[in-house]
């Protein structure tokens, strides 16, 4: 961003530092007081919410009226340990949302000690001096010392979406307490507004609850904590389970009180079913990948502001860059200058004199600099003036009268300066053909200058025209630059290297049948050698200005061959998003402007630049990049394909290991022998399953072949036919040799047979946690891969499954018996058994790669 007309901040103080401290403590964090932390209590009384310690505590109640205090006591401590592991985990979650919401909260740009520095939007105090840019919400309710063109959006506060005006307070003006809101031309800020336009220098009147936006109570949309498209869908997935268990339960519950009696054991029967249908794991799973992914996404230097968003990005098709920062390094340096037909290069350091023709040019382009730049190319300016000219001091005494900024029609910067001695110069800078529309230049010399442009934009350089008109003395100075007698001056050409890691990111998109869309603002000749450098397959190239004239049919037309934009204004980005979308794409796009934040927001994934980017960028944007790096944004798709693998390997394993309890649950009792299992058996099930799938599977490493397959079809279910008959068959499987065991061991007594039948549910159940970790690679394969939560939940599983067995308290509440050691290797094989067709069927299709591939798709 350029602010050629930034307000003066050098002679201001602002607050001391030990000043500012103190009255943060004295009055406060300026932030409003909002629903931020739940409190513990909240999320207990969230967690007993939860059906499944609802059944857990009704199971608990019947034991009690049967008598069986022990039972009872055992569950309500089991009541406990699942509280505890779902309030660890949504601490966990709520933790990890509570730092993103800190890194992504609004930052302030402020002046203390005669210092700026920028700090947390929330550490602004009262009195504190605040530099307001373009793009920037208002931290604080503020008086304006100074500003240039500040135009501020308070439709927050007005309901009112014209822009208004603001001016500087003048002497006699109150400074506080401003008046309401509304109306052009008052000389205050509000907090909450957005700077439009403009930079102004304002002083803090009021923070936090004091500040008008605190005192209507409106809150700004922060975080939001929306639910995803995958958490509707399984919301109503969870619902219609839900409804078809109780429906189970019900008929369960009859049927064993009238076949056989105690209608108290034949509700506890149908509580051991419910709690053994409920999939109440799909929910918790859902929020912890979500969250974690955000987390994993942090780590990377990405901020996810929705959690939609990461879920959104493994299905990304198209992403849309910016060229210049995202793709290149932003680094700008000089390469050379031309005057006429001579040309002169600057070399990277030390070497030879500038030829005095190049000196009017070198100097003009300076002028046409704002005084303290933070524009790259600004700065490389300065940079070479200091080096070549001795005629830089030249300029300290001359005044800064008028700056003309960049706007959407004029692509050049032209600031008005007067010398001390009277009289002074017009500096302009800026794209050749705005350049040259200044100069008034014939259509011959425009094309000749053109020309020259195009070979330097063939080398990837970026060019700049400048030109210079005299100004007799004092103003008025014109609306429009165009007034002036510009003559032209020379080109500048700068370099703006590729980023080292963009060519191997793009040809990892390429792989994985990702587009990548060059969007800039730059010259066409310079957007397709950049292109061309960085590995895309730029064809053709088209303008902002021919975009304009197409209709939708031949802009989706051009959009199917055509990957690089230029000359495009930020407005029209929104245009190419929708015709993106219409085409079926899911569109990430970036950017940092204030106009970019339409396209952003209709995005599937709008990216903000966290470097460069102003805050109502990203307060549209879905994610926020801190390095502003391409390669970080493929990083982050990378990323997004692997939640999405593992979330659908975790629900295909949860579908799985329903089957098996459920039937357990059910069938014996239908069949008229004894019960399996009682709500201990299930709740041991539970705190296996649990764990497995939210962490074991989330911490999953990435299949090899992540980024050589194409992206996901943006609106396919969470569960395909394929994917939901596979899982519920390695159910079946387990579920049917179960049933075997236990068949089997009832010859042996009914103590024997719920041993060796838990057992073997046991077993299965961890080898269908080992067989989903990957759909693409056979068991073997896997056990190789770092997952450090998985043998946690291995060992300790096997570990409580000795001791249920080995210990007679346990082997008690169990009701198990001791079984001989060969029928345990048995229901221990059994177990295995479960998965072994499926790891065969893994086997064949690896085999026959050209097959559809068995990935979890
Ligand atoms: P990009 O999309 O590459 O970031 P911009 O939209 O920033 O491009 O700039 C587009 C064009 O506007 C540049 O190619 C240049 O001609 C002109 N321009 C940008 N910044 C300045 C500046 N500070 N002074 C003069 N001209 C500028
Ligand atoms: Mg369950």
């Given at each position: 961003?350029?602010?050629?007309?930034?307000?003066?901040?050098?002679?201001?103080?602002?607050?001391?530092?030990?000043?500012?401290?103190?009255?943060?403590?004295?009055?406060?964090?300026?932030?409003?007081?909002?629903?931020?932390?739940?409190?513990?209590?909240?999320?207990?009384?969230?967690?007993?919410?939860?059906?499944?310690?609802?059944?857990?505590?009704?199971?608990?109640?019947?034991?009690?009226?049967?008598?069986?205090?022990?039972?009872?006591?055992?569950?309500?401590?089991?009541?406990?340990?699942?509280?505890?592991?779902?309030?660890?985990?949504?601490?966990?979650?709520?933790?990890?949302?509570?730092?993103?919401?800190?890194?992504?909260?609004?930052?302030?740009?402020?002046?203390?000690?005669?210092?700026?520095?920028?700090?947390?939007?929330?550490?602004?105090?009262?009195?504190?001096?605040?530099?307001?840019?373009?793009?920037?919400?208002?931290?604080?309710?503020?008086?304006?010392?100074?500003?240039?063109?500040?135009?501020?959006?308070?439709?927050?506060?007005?309901?009112?979406?014209?822009?208004?005006?603001?001016?500087?307070?003048?002497?006699?003006?109150?400074?506080?307490?401003?008046?309401?809101?509304?109306g052009d031309d008052l000389p205050y800020v509000w907090s909450g507004t957005l700077v439009v336009q403009g930079s102004a220098l304002v002083e803090v009147t009021a923070t936090g609850p004091r500040s008008e936006l605190g005192r209507i109570g409106k809150s700004l949309q922060s975080l939001s904590a929306e639910p995803s498209p995958l958490q509707r869908q399984t919301r109503v997935l969870v619902r219609s389970f839900a409804l078809a268990g109780l429906g189970l339960c019900v008929l369960l519950v009859l049927a064993h009180g009238l076949l056989r009696d105690g209608w108290l054991a034949g509700l506890l029967a149908g509580i051991t079913l419910a709690m053994a249908i409920l999939p109440e794991e799909i929910p918790v799973v859902l929020t912890v990948f979500l969250a974690l992914g955000a987390w994993r996404l942090s780590?990377?230097?990405?901020?996810?502001?929705?959690?939609?968003?990461?879920?959104?990005?493994?299905?990304?098709?198209?992403?849309?860059?910016?060229?210049?920062?995202?793709?290149?390094?932003?680094?700008?340096?000089?390469?050379?200058?031309?005057?006429?037909?001579?040309?002169?290069?600057?070399?990277?350091?030390?070497?030879?004199?500038?030829?005095?023709?190049?000196?009017?040019?070198?100097?003009?382009?300076?002028?046409?600099?704002?005084?303290?730049?933070?524009?790259?190319?600004?700065?490389?300016?300065?940079?070479?003036?200091?080096?070549?000219?001795?005629?830089?001091?030249?300029?300290?005494?001359?005044?800064?009268?008028?700056?003309?900024?960049?706007?959407?029609?004029?692509?050049?910067?032209?600031?008005?300066?007067?010398?001390?001695?009277?009289?002074?110069?017009?500096?302009?800078?800026?794209?050749?053909?705005?350049?040259?529309?200044?100069?008034?230049?014939?259509?011959?010399?425009?094309?000749?200058?053109?020309?020259?442009?195009?070979?330097?934009?063939?080398?990837?350089?970026?060019?700049?025209?400048?030109?210079?008109?005299?100004?007799?003395?004092?103003?008025?100075?014109?609306?429009?630059?165009?007034?002036?007698?510009?003559?032209?001056?020379?080109?500048?050409?700068?370099?703006?290297?590729?980023?080292?890691?963009?060519?191997?990111?793009?040809?990892?998109?390429?792989?994985?049948?990702?587009?990548?869309?060059?969007?800039?603002?730059?010259?066409?000749?310079?957007?397709?050698?950049?292109?061309?450098?960085?590995?895309?397959?730029?064809?053709?190239?088209?303008?902002?200005?021919?975009?304009?004239?197409?209709?939708?049919?031949?802009?989706?037309?051009?959009?199917?061959?055509?990957?690089?934009?230029?000359?495009?204004?930020?407005?029209?980005?929104?245009?190419?998003?929708?015709?993106?979308?219409?085409?079926?794409?899911?569109?990430?796009?970036?950017?940092?402007?204030?106009?970019?934040?339409?396209?952003?927001?209709?995005?599937?994934?709008?990216?903000?630049?966290?470097?460069?980017?102003?805050d109502v960028a990203r307060e549209a944007a879905a994610l926020v990049l801190l390095d502003d790096d391409f390669s970080t944004i493929v990083e982050a798709v990378r990323l997004g394909r692997r939640i999405d693998d593992n979330l659908r390997k975790a629900m295909a394993y949860i579908l799985a290991v329903h089957v098996p309890t459920a039937g357990m649950a059910l069938l014996p009792v239908l069949l008229g022998w004894p019960v399996l299992f009682f709500p201990i058996h299930v709740a041991f099930l539970e705190f296996v399953i649990d764990p497995a799938c939210s962490i074991v599977f989330e911490a999953e490493p990435a299949e090899d072949d992540l980024m050589r397959r194409p992206p996901r079809p943006a609106r396919r279910p969470l569960f395909g036919r394929r994917i939901l008959a596979l899982s519920l068959l390695q159910?079946?499987?387990?579920?049917?040799?179960?049933?075997?065991?236990?068949?089997?061991?009832?010859?042996?007594?009914?103590?024997?047979?719920?041993?060796?039948?838990?057992?073997?549910?046991?077993?299965?159940?961890?080898?269908?946690?080992?067989?989903?970790?990957?759909?693409?690679?056979?068991?073997?394969?896997?056990?190789?891969?770092?997952?450090?939560?998985?043998?946690?939940?291995?060992?300790?599983?096997?570990?409580?499954?000795?001791?249920?067995?080995?210990?007679?308290?346990?082997?008690?509440?169990?009701?198990?018996?001791?079984?001989?050691?060969?029928?345990?290797?048995?229901?221990?094989?059994?177990?295995?058994?479960?998965?072994?067709?499926?790891?065969?069927?893994?086997?064949?299709?690896?085999?026959?790669?050209?097959?559809?591939?068995?990935?979890?798709?």
């Open positions: 961003m350029i602010h050629p007309d930034q307000p003066d901040w050098h002679d201001v103080r602002g607050l001391g530092r030990a000043e500012a401290a103190a009255r943060l403590r004295e009055e406060g964090c300026n932030e409003l007081p909002g629903s931020r932390h739940r409190s513990l209590f909240a999320l207990i009384l969230e967690v007993l919410r939860e059906p499944m310690l609802l059944l857990l505590v009704a199971a608990a109640g019947i034991y009690f009226v049967l008598g069986d205090a022990r039972e009872a006591a055992v569950l309500l401590a089991s009541v406990l340990g699942v509280m505890a592991l779902t309030l660890y985990q949504e601490q966990r979650t709520e933790r990890v949302l509570e730092a993103l919401r800190e890194l992504s909260s609004p930052r302030a740009l402020v002046v203390r000690d005669g210092e700026l520095v920028r700090i947390a939007g929330r550490e602004v105090v009262r009195g504190d001096i605040v530099l307001l840019g373009e793009g920037d919400r208002v931290p604080a309710d503020a008086v304006v010392l100074a500003q240039r063109n500040l135009v501020l959006d308070e439709s927050l506060l007005t309901g009112e979406s014209t822009p208004v005006h603001k001016r500087a307070r003048t002497a006699g003006e109150a400074t506080s307490p401003p008046p309401r809101p509304g780590r990377r230097h990405v901020l996810a502001r929705r959690a939609a968003a990461v879920e959104t990005l493994g299905a990304a098709s198209v992403l849309c860059v910016d060229k210049t920062g995202t793709l290149t390094l932003n680094r700008m340096r000089v390469h050379s200058l031309v005057v006429g037909e001579a040309s002169f290069r600057i070399p990277t350091e030390g070497g030879a004199a500038l030829p005095v023709v190049f000196a009017p040019l070198l100097e003009h382009a300076m002028l046409a600099c704002e005084p303290e730049p933070v524009d790259p190319m600004e700065r490389t300016l300065h940079e070479s003036g200091r080096r070549y000219l001795a005629s830089d001091r030249r300029f300290a005494d001359w005044t800064l009268q008028q700056a003309y900024p960049l706007t959407r029609t004029r692509r050049a910067v032209a600031l008005v300066w007067t010398r001390p001695e009277g009289g002074g110069v017009v500096a302009a800078k800026g794209a050749p053909e705005a350049i040259a529309a200044l100069c008034r230049l014939d259509p011959a010399a425009t094309s000749a200058l053109l020309a020259k442009v195009e070979a330097l934009a063939a080398q990837g350089l970026r060019v700049l025209g400048v030109a210079k008109a005299e100004v007799a003395g004092n103003g008025p100075w014109p609306e429009d630059p165009c007034d002036f007698a510009f003559r032209l001056l020379g080109l500048v050409a700068f370099v703006d290297p590729l980023r080292p890691t963009v060519p191997a990111a793009i040809a990892e998109c390429k792989a994985a049948g990702i587009r990548v869309v060059m969007i800039t603002g730059d010259y066409p000749g310079t957007a397709l050698a950049i292109a061309r450098e960085a590995g895309l397959d730029a064809g053709a190239v088209l303008t902002g200005e021919a975009l304009d004239a197409l209709d939708e049919p031949a802009l989706r037309a051009q959009l199917a061959r055509v990957s690089v934009f230029a000359r495009v204004v930020p407005e029209q980005k929104l245009r190419l998003v929708e015709a993106f979308k219409a085409m079926g794409e899911v569109v990430a796009m970036t950017g940092d402007g204030v106009n970019d934040a339409p396209a952003l927001k209709s995005a599937h994934i709008g990216i903000a630049m966290g470097q460069r980017g102003t159910g079946l499987g387990m579920f049917v040799l179960t049933l075997i065991v236990y068949a089997l061991g009832l010859h042996q007594g009914e103590g024997q047979a719920r041993a060796l039948a838990f057992t073997t549910l046991v077993v299965g159940n961890l080898a269908l946690i080992l067989t989903n970790r990957s759909w693409a690679h056979t068991l073997p394969a896997t056990l190789g891969r770092r997952n450090a939560a998985l043998w946690w939940v291995v060992g300790g599983t096997l570990l409580a499954l000795a001791l249920a067995l080995a210990l007679p308290a346990l082997r008690g509440l169990f009701r198990f018996a001791m079984p001989t050691p060969s029928a345990l290797a048995l229901a221990v094989v059994a177990g295995l058994a479960g998965i072994a067709w499926f790891e065969a069927f893994k086997w064949l299709h690896r085999r026959n790669p050209d097959r559809p591939g068995t990935r979890a798709a």
